[in-house]
């Protein structure tokens, strides 16, 4: 038996047993929603953003794509919105993706960053669950009615994740 100590290897576990957690954390956080009364499908409002942010904001575009991809598409397919799955999955983490790209690239005040990665994933979700819904329910005008709830999603968890994230970021550093 080879008792060596590898970093890569601790480092691939790390990295492994996190995007796990975030898959987790937003499966769960998606699973717990609240369907909107308004106007054609409505949309629904759930807290499944707050841990895809953190992931993305925290440990970077790889673990956001993952978390947000995975975690919602999962809630999808267990759920009665199993048609949205590949849409999400799409979407979602095209979202994860973009603001933990955004988080790792762009210079500047933290807060301001995380506030402009969650931005780009709002425009993300609303454009893609616009185009999902006309695919899916063949109506340009229907869609609309899903807007409110996509950015009452996004934005509320904006306002947990931004001004949390630069504290988290320290602590997950010290991991």
């Known amino acids: 038996m080879n008792s060596t100590y590898s970093p890569i290897e601790t480092t691939k576990t790390k990295a492994l047993v996190i995007s796990a957690l975030f898959i987790a954390l937003t499966l769960i956080a998606t699973m717990i929603n609240i369907k909107l009364p308004i106007m054609g499908n409505g949309g629904l409002i759930h807290l499944g953003n707050v841990p895809l942010f953190i992931a993305a904001l925290i440990y970077g575009k790889k673990t956001g794509a993952i978390a947000g991809a995975f975690g919602m598409c999962f809630s999808d397919l267990i759920s009665p919105w199993a048609a949205w ?62 807007i409110p709830g996509n950015v009452m999603q996004v934005v509320i968890a904006g306002i947990i994740v931004v001004p949390l994230a630069g504290r988290l970021k320290k602590r997950a550093g010290q991991i």
């Open 85 to 146: 799955a590949p849409f999400t999955f799409v979407i979602v983490g095209a979202m994860g993706f973009l603001a933990g790209l955004i988080s790792e690239k762009v210079p500047g005040k933290r807060e301001l960053v995380y506030t402009l990665a969650v931005a780009v994933a709002l425009i993300i979700k609303i454009v893609g669950y616009y185009f999902a819904e006309v695919i899916l329910y063949g109506n340009w005008i229907q869609p609309f009615g899903s």
